[in-house]
């Protein structure tokens, strides 16, 4: 039981920000389209080859802090250029379904994201100098980074509302027997699982309305 919950105790969408978080403190400023093929097409939206590159290289960096020393032996069986893949192509899925439902983020939602942002704060208090000066430092202007910021928070709302109607029914957890705390712990464990079933299922509705081309042979 204990093995079940700590392999489902990551949100499912964990991936989907490493997305994002690879374009905000990995960005890396315009790159020349005709040096940089397209390896995912969508409809008609392309995923370029540097954008995946950073994402790879996050989504890496991700489990080699989470397995330490057994990363190297572990790496193969990760098959982490296909979870880059399929991180980028849900994050665009899903942004396009957003859209379609017009989910929107304001102006004073993305002002109070950016303004609670621990890496732009000091003493738990925003600072508008910390701001810029880390922005600069990554070659990001205002602009670029809102869009993102606004991106980041347009995922969260389409994330939540598909998952809304999951939860955890007390059939999930008959004969289980245990402290209070463990009894919560299985149960977030067990919504988690959900959630994570029913945003995959949905992922892959979208694909069947809208063509996906992987080019894999760009990536090795």
Same mark, same amino acid.
Request: avoid cysteine.
């Given at each position: 039981?204990?093995?079940?919950?700590?392999?489902?105790?990551?949100?499912?969408?964990?991936?989907?920000?490493?997305?994002?978080?690879?374009?905000?403190?990995?960005?890396? *400023?315009?790159?020349?389209?005709?040096?940089?093929?397209?390896?995912?097409?969508?409809?008609?939206?392309?995923?370029?080859?540097?954008?995946?590159?950073?994402?790879?290289?996050?989504?890496?960096?991700?489990?080699?802090?989470?397995?330490?020393?057994?990363?190297?032996?572990?790496?193969?069986?990760?098959?982490?250029?296909?979870? $880059?893949?399929?991180?980028?192509?849900?994050?665009?899925?899903?942004?396009?379904?957003?859209?379609?439902?017009?989910?929107?983020?304001?102006?004073?939602?993305?002002?109070?994201?950016?303004?609670?942002?621990?890496?732009?704060?000091?003493?738990?208090?925003?600072?508008?100098?910390?701001?810029?000066?880390?922005?600069?430092?990554?070659?990001?202007?205002?602009?670029?980074?809102?869009?993102?910021?606004?991106?980041?928070?347009?995922?969260?709302?389409?994330?939540?509302?598909?998952? $809304?109607?999951?939860?955890?029914?007390?059939?999930?957890?008959?004969?289980?027997?245990?402290?209070?705390?463990?009894?919560?712990?299985?149960?977030?464990?067990?919504?988690?699982?959900?959630?994570?079933?029913?945003?995959? $299922?949905?992922?892959?509705?979208?694909?069947?309305?809208?063509?996906?081309?992987?080019?894999?042979?760009?990536? *090795?």
């Amino acid at each position: 039981m204990l093995q079940f919950m700590r392999k489902h105790a990551k949100f499912f969408y964990i991936f989907l920000f490493l997305v994002i978080v690879s374009f905000v403190f990995f960005y890396v *400023g315009p790159v020349d389209r005709n040096q940089n093929p397209v390896v995912v097409e969508i409809g008609d939206e392309k995923i370029h080859i540097d954008e995946y590159w950073r994402v790879y290289d996050r989504i890496r960096e991700y489990y080699r802090d989470l397995y330490k020393d057994k990363f190297e032996e572990m790496e193969e069986k990760l098959n982490l250029s296909e979870k $880059a893949l399929d991180a980028l192509i849900q994050e665009r899925l899903l942004l396009r379904k957003a859209t379609e439902w017009r989910i929107t983020v304001t102006d004073e939602e993305l002002q109070e994201a950016i303004m609670n942002e621990p890496v732009f704060q000091r003493n738990g208090v925003f600072r508008r100098d910390v701001y810029l000066r880390t922005l600069r430092l990554n070659r990001l202007t205002p602009r670029a980074y809102e869009a993102i910021k606004r991106r980041e928070l347009m995922l969260q709302k389409v994330t939540t509302l598909i998952e $809304a109607a999951v939860d955890v029914d007390e059939k999930d957890l008959s004969g289980v027997k245990g402290n209070e705390e463990l009894v919560k712990a299985l149960r977030e464990a067990i919504l988690q699982d959900k959630r994570q079933k029913v945003l995959k $299922a949905f992922v892959e509705s979208i694909k069947r309305e809208v063509p996906v081309k992987v080019h894999r042979e760009l990536i *090795g």
